[in-house]
């Protein structure tokens, strides 16, 4: 009993770090209806930023803090100058698809031309791990827990209670209706992806201290495990997103207790699909992508 507990404390240190990612993911996807699947590469980028910051000396806080700027940036850019002009075409979505692959491609290319394929270490030394009650957590898992925690509250906020929020929410239910109410759609998906890219460099920062490596292909690897709990919780819905990251999370540590690392993940999605099965609109319903 004590070994499964302590597989899902590792559960939510894991989920932790997919929840920010896959509501990154869910909150671009609900303003322009595709994946962009170069955000594996959004992640690796924002960890090398940070590393590369902080092996310079500055605090590692305020290295995570230029990682997600910097993934926020180009975020926006890639929207300007690689998506945003297929939308206004009016292409099919699968079009948006291709996009995105070709521009993570571009981007791993990138990264291995500007800081070598060779791994990188980046970790912490935060100190021994703790026992709180039955889990087993490091003090950095305590810090990215808390970390999500807190970033996933303030997105909730935003949405719930700010101007800026509500035209989101707006764009994301009918992006033609709230242009005609004066809302600057264009501005609002912009920013959007900003913050989606904000939330994505810390996940791929988590992601690197949690498994001390960093390599171009670092955040490529976990974009389908992100792209699962994206699905699971109801495509373009945060909020599903958080609980779907918490369900792929959790799954993948408690199967790695007991079967060969290897196989985890597949032993993951093969409950989500089992799951998708009797709730294939996701976990969570709602009457527009975010309510």
């Given at each position: 009993?004590?070994?499964?507990?302590?597989?899902?404390?590792f559960g939510l240190?894991?989920?932790?770090?997919?929840?920010?990612?896959?509501?990154?993911?869910?909150?671009?996807?609900?303003?322009?209806?595709?994946?962009?699947?170069?955000?594996?590469?959004?992640?690796?980028?924002?960890?090398?930023?940070?590393?590369?910051?902080?092996?310079?000396?500055?605090?590692?806080?305020?290295?995570?803090?230029?990682?997600?700027?910097?993934?926020?940036?180009?975020?926006?850019?890639?929207?300007?100058?690689?998506?945003?002009?297929?939308?206004?075409?009016?292409?099919?979505?699968?079009?948006?698809?291709?996009?995105?692959?070709?521009?993570?491609?571009?981007l791993q290319n990138?990264?291995?031309?500007?800081?070598?394929?060779?791994?990188?270490?980046?970790?912490?030394?935060?100190?021994?791990?703790?026992?709180?009650?039955?889990?087993?957590?490091?003090?950095?898992?305590?810090?990215?827990?808390?970390?999500?925690?807190?970033?996933?509250?303030?997105?909730?906020?935003?949405?719930?209670?700010?101007?800026?929020?509500?035209?989101?929410?707006?764009?994301?239910?009918?992006?033609?209706?709230?242009?005609?109410?004066?809302?600057?759609?264009?501005?609002?998906?912009?920013?959007?992806?900003?913050?989606?890219?904000?939330?994505?460099?810390?996940?791929?920062?988590?992601?690197?201290?949690?498994?001390?490596?960093?390599?171009?292909?670092?955040?490529?690897?976990?974009?389908?495990?992100?792209?699962?709990?994206?699905?699971?919780?109801?495509?373009?819905?945060?909020?599903?997103?958080?609980?779907?990251?918490?369900?792929?999370?959790?799954?993948?540590?408690?199967?790695?207790?007991?079967?060969?690392?290897?196989y985890k993940t597949?032993?993951?999605?093969?409950?989500?699909?089992?799951?998708?099965?009797?709730?294939?609109?996701?976990?969570?319903?709602?009457?527009?992508?975010?309510?």
């Open positions: 009993m004590s070994h499964l507990l302590q597989a899902v404390g240190a894991t989920a932790s770090i997919v929840a920010l990612a896959a509501v990154a993911v869910s909150l671009q996807v609900s303003v322009t209806n595709f994946f962009n699947f170069a955000y594996g590469d959004f992640m690796t980028f924002g960890a090398y930023v940070a590393w590369t910051a902080h092996t310079e000396g500055v605090n590692f806080f305020l290295a995570v803090l230029l990682g997600g700027i910097a993934v926020g940036v180009l975020g926006v850019v890639a929207n300007y100058l690689v998506f945003r002009p297929f939308m206004r075409r009016g292409v099919r979505p699968v079009t948006l698809l291709i996009a995105g692959v070709g521009l993570s491609f571009i990138a990264l291995i031309l500007i800081w070598t394929p060779a791994p990188r270490r980046f970790s912490l030394n935060l100190g021994s791990a703790l026992h709180l009650g039955p889990f087993l957590l490091t003090p950095g898992d305590l810090i990215m827990i808390g970390a999500s925690v807190a970033l996933l509250l303030l997105l909730h906020l935003m949405l719930t209670y700010t101007k800026f929020g509500k035209a989101i929410r707006a764009t994301s239910n009918n992006i033609d209706l709230a242009r005609s109410c004066g809302i600057d759609s264009d501005r609002v998906i912009s920013l959007t992806w900003f913050i989606a890219g904000l939330l994505t460099a810390v996940a791929g920062i988590g992601l690197v201290l949690q498994e001390s490596t960093l390599s171009p292909t670092t955040g490529f690897t976990e974009l389908f495990v992100i792209f699962g709990a994206v699905i699971l919780g109801g495509i373009g819905r945060p909020y599903g997103a958080m609980l779907g990251a918490l369900i792929v999370g959790v799954l993948t540590e408690i199967a790695g207790a007991y079967v060969d690392g290897a597949s032993i993951a999605f093969g409950v989500v699909v089992v799951l998708l099965l009797f709730r294939p609109q996701g976990l969570i319903k709602a009457r527009g992508l975010i309510s």
